[in-house]
């Protein structure tokens, strides 16, 4: 399935705050068999949350927004995907439950604030939140899944395994694996990296990606990875091809650093 | 001027390498006096390049790409561009001056790879690149401006002065200071954010960003910050939201930790 994954807060688009939740929530996903097409990152503001959302949703099957979710006046994240796909916002019982309990357990009020996280699209289903209070949100619309989980780290991460849980694994298998050269120019080796991309007809990514500067002490780490049906198969081509970039670096007076 | 930042790279869309280059150059930016409304990250694949493009100079003024500008076959960011946009790609003379001089000053010939560098759309012009030896790249398209820098940080680094060069900087002074608070809930703070910001008349931002589980041992950031054309206005109103938060947090029992 194709994801895209939208990242909400205005400390994440100034910089502020790296983007490490988008980084997590790819990995989980190719790690489960699914592919990413985009990253969008955008501020707490309804129209561009919207604008982003529009543009993920043509070109994606999922989505996956994070950040938004908890009681402060700018979390608006549910409210904004709402109004822009013009579903009507309800009280979702469920995660009215799943706040009210949290609170009592801690002999605390359910404010105003803390209700505003029950409030989700018509239609929609709860994530359950083990680590904080925001309950996530699932909503299937035009045959397209969209999912709202929280923006802190831990309780973003605590909660993909549900997302998972939903749409199923993928069928493909993802296998990754780095050689680290130094002394080869990134330009000196890009010859020899078409070449071994070409003789794999495009199946196999091959990737230099350069550590230092190309001239005084050139590093290089080269990836090479794939996605197949066929796990062994793939396994056993990628190993062919670091043979190939490590035969490569070697008559190039590379050294190999980690292989 | 309304920025929007493209992220090119399959190694970034999957999560490969955190994206720490957007973050940089929207600090860069905003310490320059300008706004940042979007980041974008798609994978080295024309189509995905073009659709992210087209978002991007739909809602912004200026657009700064970064990645995919080496000499290896999966660098197409330059072309893709020029495809999508409908400009013709011709030997730029100037970036391949640039180049000449780095590969002959290594007694290296400037192999096709290396030649590749210096194709840019016709009536683009060149961003010199010290550290590295890829140029960068500055089309103005219908009024909108378009930056290409290169994914390895060193190098997009030494370029960003050389953009705010063109565009100018920016009449916002952006201030942004911050409050650390042990033991209050954010939800139990959420009605004093809001009412901070009320006051503010949405001015100011007052966000909170939680550090910790909200239950077990909560810790807040609250970031108090704002951009203006009066920067001495701007410190003192945000100095006196600081006090206010401050304030409420000592009501609250909260241990300010860092002011």
Not at 12 to 19: A, H, S, W
């Amino acid at each position: 399935m194709k994801f895209g994954i939208l990242s909400i807060g205005n400390e994440v688009v100034k910089g502020r705050t790296v983007n490490t939740n988008a980084s997590e929530i790819a990995n989980f996903l190719i790690q489960n068999g699914h592919e990413v097409a985009y990253v969008v990152t955008c501020k707490d503001e309804p129209d561009d949350i919207c604008n982003s959302l529009n543009f993920l949703l043509e070109y994606c099957q999922a989505v996956i927004s994070s950040g938004g979710l908890g009681p402060t006046l700018d979390d608006i994240t549910i409210q904004s995907i709402s109004r822009c796909l013009k579903v009507k916002m309800e009280i979702n019982e469920h995660a009215m439950k799943l706040i009210e309990e949290k609170y009592s357990s801690m002999n605390l009020p359910v404010s105003d604030e803390r209700k505003k996280m029950a409030m989700m699209p018509e239609g929609s289903s709860t994530l359950e939140n083990s680590v904080g209070t925001a309950p996530g949100m699932f909503l299937k619309h035009h045959e397209k899944m969209i999912f709202s989980i929280p923006g802190v780290p831990r309780e973003m991460r605590g909660m993909l395994r549900g997302i998972v849980d939903i749409t199923g694994k993928g069928s493909l298998k993802y296998i990754s694996r780095e050689v680290k050269i130094e002394g080869i120019m990134e330009s000196t080796f890009a010859p020899y990296i078409k070449k071994i991309s070409e003789e794999m007809k495009n199946k196999i990514y091959v990737k230099s990606h350069p550590e230092s500067a190309e001239f005084s002490h050139p590093i290089l780490i080269i990836e090479v990875y794939g996605y197949s049906d066929d796990e062994k198969d793939l396994d056993y081509t990628i190993s062919k091809c670091l043979d190939q970039v490590r035969d490569y670096a070697t008559k190039l007076n590379g050294k190999i650093v980690i292989s």
